[in-house]
Protein backbone atom coordinates (compact mmCIF):
# COMPACT_ATOMS: atom_id res chain seq x y z
CA UNK A 1 0.00 0.00 0.00
CA UNK A 2 1.29 3.48 -0.99
CA UNK A 3 -1.06 5.75 1.37
CA UNK A 4 -3.07 6.31 -1.81
CA UNK A 5 -6.36 3.88 -2.04
CA UNK A 6 -8.33 3.18 -5.24
CA UNK A 7 -11.91 1.70 -5.68
CA UNK A 8 -12.51 0.16 -6.99
CA UNK A 9 -9.86 -1.97 -8.67
CA UNK A 10 -11.71 -2.98 -11.57
CA UNK A 11 -14.93 -1.77 -13.62
CA UNK A 12 -16.54 -2.78 -16.56
CA UNK A 13 -19.33 -0.39 -17.70
CA UNK A 14 -22.19 0.20 -20.60
CA UNK A 15 -22.16 3.48 -22.51
CA UNK A 16 -25.21 4.41 -20.79
CA UNK A 17 -24.36 3.74 -17.13
CA UNK A 18 -23.05 5.96 -14.44
CA UNK A 19 -19.94 5.40 -11.82
CA UNK A 20 -17.73 6.92 -9.77
CA UNK A 21 -13.68 6.08 -8.86
CA UNK A 22 -12.88 6.76 -5.59
CA UNK A 23 -9.21 7.70 -4.33
CA UNK A 24 -8.13 8.41 -0.22
CA UNK A 25 -5.41 9.36 1.39
CA UNK A 26 -3.84 10.00 4.54
CA UNK A 27 -0.52 10.94 3.90
CA UNK A 28 -1.57 14.86 4.76
CA UNK A 29 -1.17 16.12 1.35
CA UNK A 30 -2.78 19.11 -0.11
CA UNK A 31 -3.09 18.31 -3.54
CA UNK A 32 -4.62 15.59 -5.41
CA UNK A 33 -4.68 14.41 -9.58
CA UNK A 34 -6.06 12.56 -11.53
CA UNK A 35 -4.29 10.45 -14.62
CA UNK A 36 -5.16 8.72 -17.44
CA UNK A 37 -3.04 5.80 -18.93
CA UNK A 38 -4.54 4.36 -22.08
CA UNK A 39 -2.99 1.01 -23.58
CA UNK A 40 0.38 2.17 -25.28
CA UNK A 41 0.62 5.70 -24.67
CA UNK A 42 2.35 7.82 -21.87
CA UNK A 43 0.23 8.91 -18.53
CA UNK A 44 -2.20 11.92 -19.45
CA UNK A 45 -2.80 14.70 -16.52
CA UNK A 46 -6.69 15.05 -16.60
CA UNK A 47 -7.61 16.76 -13.34
CA UNK A 48 -5.64 18.70 -10.26
CA UNK A 49 -7.08 19.98 -7.25
CA UNK A 50 -4.55 22.37 -4.55
CA UNK A 51 -6.35 22.77 -1.02
CA UNK A 52 -9.77 21.54 -2.33
CA UNK A 53 -9.87 23.86 -5.55
CA UNK A 54 -9.58 22.79 -8.86
CA UNK A 55 -6.67 24.37 -10.99
CA UNK A 56 -5.70 22.73 -13.90
CA UNK A 57 -8.14 20.88 -16.31
CA UNK A 58 -6.55 19.09 -19.36
CA UNK A 59 -9.21 19.70 -21.76
CA UNK A 60 -11.02 16.72 -20.51
CA UNK A 61 -14.55 15.22 -21.88
CA UNK A 62 -17.29 16.88 -19.57
CA UNK A 63 -18.42 13.33 -19.06
CA UNK A 64 -15.57 13.34 -17.06
CA UNK A 65 -16.63 15.10 -13.75
CA UNK A 66 -14.33 15.45 -10.56
CA UNK A 67 -14.89 16.27 -7.11
CA UNK A 68 -12.87 16.80 -4.51
CA UNK A 69 -15.13 17.47 -1.16
CA UNK A 70 -11.94 17.91 1.56
CA UNK A 71 -7.95 16.88 1.00
CA UNK A 72 -8.25 13.22 1.88
CA UNK A 73 -10.43 12.59 -0.81
CA UNK A 74 -10.99 12.60 -4.81
CA UNK A 75 -13.62 11.36 -7.00
CA UNK A 76 -14.28 10.90 -10.41
CA UNK A 77 -17.78 10.64 -11.43
CA UNK A 78 -18.14 9.03 -14.99
CA UNK A 79 -21.13 9.05 -17.60
CA UNK A 80 -22.32 7.87 -20.70
CA UNK A 81 -18.28 7.10 -21.48
CA UNK A 82 -17.02 5.60 -24.71
CA UNK A 83 -15.20 2.23 -25.37
CA UNK A 84 -12.04 4.78 -26.24
CA UNK A 85 -12.11 5.44 -22.40
CA UNK A 86 -11.60 1.99 -21.41
CA UNK A 87 -8.16 3.00 -19.75
CA UNK A 88 -5.97 2.98 -16.47
CA UNK A 89 -7.57 5.55 -14.20
CA UNK A 90 -4.76 6.51 -11.99
CA UNK A 91 -4.86 8.80 -8.42
CA UNK A 92 -2.23 10.29 -6.93
CA UNK A 93 -1.17 12.99 -4.63
CA UNK A 94 1.45 15.40 -3.40
CA UNK A 95 2.57 18.17 -1.09
CA UNK A 96 1.79 21.84 -1.97
CA UNK A 97 2.24 22.17 -4.98
CA UNK A 98 5.15 24.42 -4.16
CA UNK A 99 7.46 22.08 -3.00
CA UNK A 100 9.92 19.67 -4.95
CA UNK A 101 8.42 16.44 -3.12
CA UNK A 102 7.29 13.59 -5.50
CA UNK A 103 4.02 12.23 -6.15
CA UNK A 104 2.17 9.39 -4.58
CA UNK A 105 0.15 7.14 -6.83
CA UNK A 106 -2.54 4.90 -6.11
CA UNK A 107 -2.75 1.09 -7.68
CA UNK A 108 -5.31 2.42 -10.06
CA UNK A 109 -8.87 1.85 -11.18
CA UNK A 110 -8.67 -0.39 -14.41
CA UNK A 111 -11.88 0.57 -16.41
CA UNK A 112 -13.26 -1.06 -19.11
CA UNK A 113 -16.31 0.46 -21.31
CA UNK A 114 -18.13 -1.81 -23.23
CA UNK B 1 9.18 22.15 -18.02
CA UNK B 2 12.72 20.79 -19.83
CA UNK B 3 12.11 17.59 -22.43
CA UNK B 4 14.10 14.90 -22.00
CA UNK B 5 15.19 11.73 -23.83
CA UNK B 6 15.10 8.03 -22.88
CA UNK B 7 16.40 4.75 -24.71
CA UNK B 8 12.81 3.29 -25.12
CA UNK B 9 14.58 -0.17 -23.77
CA UNK B 10 17.50 -1.68 -21.88
CA UNK B 11 18.24 -5.13 -20.67
CA UNK B 12 19.82 -5.80 -17.43
CA UNK B 13 21.45 -8.86 -15.99
CA UNK B 14 20.37 -9.91 -12.76
CA UNK B 15 22.82 -8.70 -9.64
CA UNK B 16 23.85 -6.23 -12.00
CA UNK B 17 23.67 -2.52 -11.60
CA UNK B 18 21.68 -0.98 -14.24
CA UNK B 19 22.49 2.42 -15.18
CA UNK B 20 19.38 4.43 -16.94
CA UNK B 21 20.39 7.69 -19.03
CA UNK B 22 18.87 10.70 -19.29
CA UNK B 23 19.22 13.50 -21.53
CA UNK B 24 17.79 16.96 -20.16
CA UNK B 25 19.78 19.28 -22.70
CA UNK B 26 17.55 22.27 -22.03
CA UNK B 27 17.23 22.67 -18.27
CA UNK B 28 17.02 25.33 -16.46
CA UNK B 29 18.24 26.56 -13.17
CA UNK B 30 15.47 26.26 -10.75
CA UNK B 31 14.46 22.49 -12.32
CA UNK B 32 14.80 19.59 -10.71
CA UNK B 33 15.07 15.83 -11.86
CA UNK B 34 12.71 13.73 -10.80
CA UNK B 35 12.68 9.62 -11.41
CA UNK B 36 9.54 7.44 -11.23
CA UNK B 37 9.23 3.58 -12.66
CA UNK B 38 6.18 1.70 -12.84
CA UNK B 39 5.63 -1.21 -12.42
CA UNK B 40 3.41 -3.36 -14.96
CA UNK B 41 -0.45 -1.87 -14.42
CA UNK B 42 0.14 -0.54 -11.18
CA UNK B 43 0.67 3.56 -10.58
CA UNK B 44 3.94 4.60 -10.61
CA UNK B 45 6.29 4.72 -7.46
CA UNK B 46 8.74 7.80 -6.82
CA UNK B 47 12.28 6.87 -7.14
CA UNK B 48 14.29 9.71 -6.09
CA UNK B 49 14.99 13.67 -7.36
CA UNK B 50 17.81 16.04 -7.26
CA UNK B 51 18.53 19.31 -8.49
CA UNK B 52 22.34 19.86 -8.69
CA UNK B 53 24.03 17.22 -6.04
CA UNK B 54 24.02 13.44 -6.94
CA UNK B 55 21.53 11.93 -4.77
CA UNK B 56 21.31 8.66 -3.23
CA UNK B 57 18.45 6.77 -0.89
CA UNK B 58 17.67 2.94 -0.02
CA UNK B 59 15.99 2.41 -3.33
CA UNK B 60 18.93 4.27 -6.25
CA UNK B 61 21.41 6.19 -6.81
CA UNK B 62 21.21 9.84 -8.85
CA UNK B 63 24.23 10.96 -10.39
CA UNK B 64 23.42 14.92 -12.35
CA UNK B 65 26.02 15.90 -14.74
CA UNK B 66 28.14 18.85 -13.93
CA UNK B 67 26.38 21.04 -16.74
CA UNK B 68 23.12 19.32 -15.67
CA UNK B 69 22.44 18.60 -18.98
CA UNK B 70 21.91 14.63 -18.47
CA UNK B 71 21.53 12.01 -15.33
CA UNK B 72 21.54 8.87 -14.82
CA UNK B 73 19.75 6.78 -12.25
CA UNK B 74 21.90 3.67 -11.10
CA UNK B 75 20.58 0.46 -9.47
CA UNK B 76 23.18 -1.00 -8.06
CA UNK B 77 22.05 -4.78 -7.63
CA UNK B 78 19.10 -4.94 -10.24
CA UNK B 79 16.20 -7.69 -9.14
CA UNK B 80 13.65 -9.40 -11.02
CA UNK B 81 11.51 -7.06 -9.25
CA UNK B 82 13.27 -4.22 -10.83
CA UNK B 83 11.71 -4.44 -14.31
CA UNK B 84 9.53 -1.56 -15.08
CA UNK B 85 9.26 1.58 -17.36
CA UNK B 86 11.48 4.56 -16.11
CA UNK B 87 10.21 8.10 -16.44
CA UNK B 88 12.93 10.93 -16.14
CA UNK B 89 10.78 14.01 -15.48
CA UNK B 90 11.82 17.51 -15.18
CA UNK B 91 9.91 20.00 -13.79
CA UNK B 92 9.83 23.30 -11.35
CA UNK B 93 8.61 21.99 -7.85
CA UNK B 94 5.45 24.08 -8.47
CA UNK B 95 4.62 22.14 -11.88
CA UNK B 96 2.46 19.29 -12.70
CA UNK B 97 4.02 16.32 -12.84
CA UNK B 98 4.35 15.13 -17.26
CA UNK B 99 5.44 12.05 -18.23
CA UNK B 100 6.74 11.11 -21.47
CA UNK B 101 8.06 7.65 -22.62
CA UNK B 102 10.56 6.44 -20.30
CA UNK B 103 12.53 3.34 -20.54
CA UNK B 104 11.86 -0.14 -20.38
CA UNK B 105 14.02 -1.80 -18.02
CA UNK B 106 14.23 -5.71 -18.73
CA UNK B 107 16.23 -7.55 -15.87
CA UNK B 108 16.85 -10.88 -17.01
CA UNK B 109 17.99 -13.74 -14.91
Known amino acids: ETGVTQTPRHLVMGMTNKKSLKCEQH?????MYWYKQSAKKPLELMFV???????ENNSVPSRFSPECPNSSHLFLHLHTLQPEDSALYLC?????????????FGSGTRLTVV | DAKTTQPPSMDCAEGRAANLPCNHS???????VYWYRQIHSQGPQYIIH???NNETNEMASLIITEDRKSSTLILPHATLRDTAVYYC??????????FGGGTRLMVKP
Open chain 1, 92 to 104: ASSQARGVPWGYT
Open chain 1, 27 to 31: LGHNA
Open chain 1, 49 to 55: YSLEERV
Open chain 2, 26 to 32: TISGNEY
Open chain 2, 50 to 52: GLK
Open chain 2, 89 to 98: IVKQAGNMLT
